[in-house]
């Protein structure tokens, strides 16, 4: 199994990039971090998601207002695709915490900070046990 993560680059430390690696080699699982600063650059990545068993994306402020990224993964239809927030958005707060890409993310995990990245690392293992019986 192979997991993408991908992020903003001061989205995610050096510290949780080794903790990813560790995890997914304790699960049998390849994990490809890509940290890019461009919504172009985030676009590439996403559609690279296609070779992958699951992407975790963190957008971050692209996820409010980002119709590209949110086509990338709309074309990547059979790869699971996991937004992570590291702080909740409340609905509340209105649109302007809102994300565009949350309707077609298999989910959403905000709200954990750099923990939401473990958590979505163990919801895509999971969701993939699913599907392989």
Do not use: W
């Not at 390849?30 to 975790?56: P, R």
């Not at 609905?91 to 989910?107: I, T």
């Amino acid at each position: 199994m192979k997991i993408m993560v991908i992020s903003i680059p001061d989205l995610i430390v050096p510290d949780v990039s080794e903790h990813l690696q560790r995890q997914a080699k304790e699960l049998g699982i390849e994990c490809e971090i890509i940290l890019e600063n461009s919504e172009g650059g985030l676009v590439t990545a996403v559609q690279k998601g296609f070779e992958t068993d699951g992407v975790i994306l963190n957008a971050g402020d692209y996820a409010r207002y980002s119709i590209a990224i949110r086509d990338a993964i709309s074309s990547i239809k059979k790869t699971p695709v996991v937004e992570v927030h590291l702080t909740n958005t409340p609905p509340k707060m209105g649109s302007c915490h809102s994300s565009v890409l949350s309707a077609v993310c298999a989910g959403v995990i905000a709200g954990f900070g750099q923990d939401g990245y473990s958590l979505a690392f163990r919801a895509l293992s999971f969701e993939k046990q699913k599907s392989d019986f």
